[in-house]
């Protein structure tokens, strides 16, 4: 028995595929996909959210000083001269950091290995910013299934495929 579905393809246009789907599921909570594909999905993104669940309060907050630029009514930096040059102005502020435990930074990492970086693109493209999906998996996706032993998502036939009758599904995160 396989312990695996090789989904006709090679190993490493297949690491990509379950990668790219992986990503795509935990950004968006649902995506459409083959059946095989989705069980194959499925057994990585529930390890990755079962690893967020159990290191998801395993960090200390920790205040730290930090220097801050000052900024002015427009929001630009207040510049002084010294010794001719200008020079950007800064103050020290205290702030409240969550600073991860080792087995905390060691389960993020590990998830970085899987997940690709996302950028969600606005109406322009000065809008455009960058998605922390780890930082999302800890913060809003762990605390939901805190109570929870496995079983994060659900897979949903829709039917089959116009083009080559494949098994269509909707995998979701419950």
Do not use: W
Request: hydrophobic content about 35%.
């Amino acid at each position: 028995m396989a312990k695996y579905r090789k989904l006709g393809r090679t190993s490493s246009q297949r690491k990509a595929l379950i990668r790219s789907q992986v990503t795509a599921l935990l950004h968006n909570g649902r995506i459409i996909t083959t059946e095989a594909r989705a069980k194959e999905v499925r057994k990585v993104a529930e390890g990755l959210i079962a690893a967020a669940v159990k290191e998801c309060d395993n960090f200390e907050e920790v205040t730290v000083k930090a220097k801050v630029a000052r900024k002015d009514s427009e929001g630009k930096r207040v510049k002084e001269v010294v010794d001719g040059k200008k020079v950007t102005v800064y103050d020290e502020v205290e702030k409240t950091i969550k600073k991860d435990m080792p087995s905390r930074l060691h389960a993020r990492r590990e998830m970085l290995k899987v997940l690709y970086p996302v950028t969600e693109t606005g109406a322009k493209k000065k809008d455009t910013q960058k998605v922390d999906l780890v930082d999302k998996l800890f913060t809003e996706i762990a605390p939901k299934y805190k109570d929870r032993n496995g079983g994060y998502t659900r897979i949903v036939k829709i039917g089959l495929r116009k083009g080559d009758g494949a098994m269509e599904v909707v995998l979701e995160l419950v």
